[in-house]
């Protein structure tokens, strides 16, 4: 059985930065693409970032050029770095990886950015 564990979340000025992880067990993270994924309050859960099992990476237009989400194969985590974090990165954050047999998500982390 998958599961996965984010922490990391927390609260934030406008402009700092804030790092979280992703923990998997059972589900190998170098052969599996990882995403994070994020919902605001009243808003529909959106697509943040994606690692594929080769390391392609790509982002939300949204976080790129302030976001990089990386992977630790000897830890099976993935980590999501944010940097600028702006008043609407303001969200629940939740890891995600889809195998065949089913879709997995973590629990969710909050993340609050304050003026």
């Known amino acids: 059985q998958v599961q996965l564990v984010e922490s990391g979340g927390g609260l934030v000025q406008a402009g700092g930065s804030l790092s979280l992880s992703c923990a998997g067990s059972?589900?190998?993270?170098?052969?599996?693409?990882v995403a994070w994924y994020r919902q605001a309050q009243g808003k529909e859960r959106e697509f943040v970032a994606r690692?594929?099992?080769?390391?392609?990476?790509n982002y939300a237009d949204s976080v790129k050029g302030r976001f990089t989400i990386s992977r630790d194969n000897s830890k099976n985590t993935v980590a999501l770095q944010m940097n600028s974090l702006k008043l609407e990165d303001t969200a629940v954050y939740y890891c995600?990886?889809?195998?065949?047999?089913?879709?997995?998500w973590g629990q969710g982390t909050q993340v609050t950015v304050s003026s």
């Open positions: 059972g589900a190998d993270f170098s052969r599996n693409a």
């Open positions: 690692i594929t099992s080769a390391g392609v990476t």
């Open positions: 995600f990886l889809q195998k065949i047999y089913g879709d997995f």
